[in-house]
């Protein structure tokens, strides 16, 4: 995210999960600790998703997710989320 305020508005939308990586021992040009990187990432982003279904907090994909007035697709059809 490129400023706090657009961080923080992106938090406070229903239906974003926010995900912070532990990622701050990588320097932005360190492409030789990709496997590296890679691994922690895939790691903490497991348990955090596992936390995050654990407390149900996970949408299924379906339009029962979507707030009323979207533009939702029709009952039991999955709809599509856009990534920030």
Do not use: C
């Not at 706090?4 to 600790?33: H, S």
């Amino acid at each position: 995210m490129s400023s706090v305020k657009t961080l923080e508005e992106a938090k406070a939308t229903p239906g974003v999960l926010y995900l912070r990586m532990p990622v701050t021992m990588f320097g932005t040009m360190e492409f030789g600790r990709f496997l590296e990187l890679f691994e922690i990432g895939t790691s903490a982003g497991k348990k955090l998703l596992d936390e995050f279904d654990d407390k149900g907090m996970l949408p299924t994909g379906m339009e029962s997710d979507v707030a009323v007035g979207s533009k939702a697709q029709k009952r039991g059809q999955k709809v599509r989320r856009n990534s920030i």
